[in-house]
């Protein structure tokens, strides 16, 4: 059974940081392509960050220069570096896990950006 499990969201004042973990169990973790979405309420969900089975990486405009997305194949993990954060990044934020046909989603952790 796919797990994917989310961790480190919370409360982050405007220009803060948070990293956000996910623990990926039952899956060869090394060869799926990992991602973070992120939906805001009444907004579609939105793609953030992607990386690749071999590393290369791309992101959102909007959270260019400001996250980053890294992954630790012998850990099955991939995390989510957030820094100077906007209230505008306030979401659920979804860890993602593609190889082919098969995707799967985690549960989400909510990220709220306030003062």
């Known amino acids: 059974q796919v797990q994917l499990v989310e961790s480190g969201g919370g409360l982050a004042q405007p220009g803060g940081a948070l990293r956000l973990s996910c623990a990926a169990s039952g899956l060869s973790f090394d060869v799926y392509t990992m991602a973070w979405y992120r939906q805001a309420p009444a907004k579609q969900r939105e793609l953030v960050a992607v990386?690749?089975?071999?590393?290369?990486?791309d992101y959102a405009d909007s959270v260019k220069g400001r996250f980053t997305i890294s992954r630790e194949n012998a850990r099955n993990m991939v995390f989510l570096q957030m820094n100077n954060l906007k209230p505008e990044d306030t979401a659920v934020y979804y860890c993602?896990?593609?190889?082919?046909?098969?995707?799967?989603w985690g549960q989400g952790t909510q990220v709220t950006v306030s003062s």
């Open positions: 990386i690749e089975s071999g590393g290369s990486t």
């Open positions: 993602y896990a593609k190889f082919a046909s098969l995707s799967y």
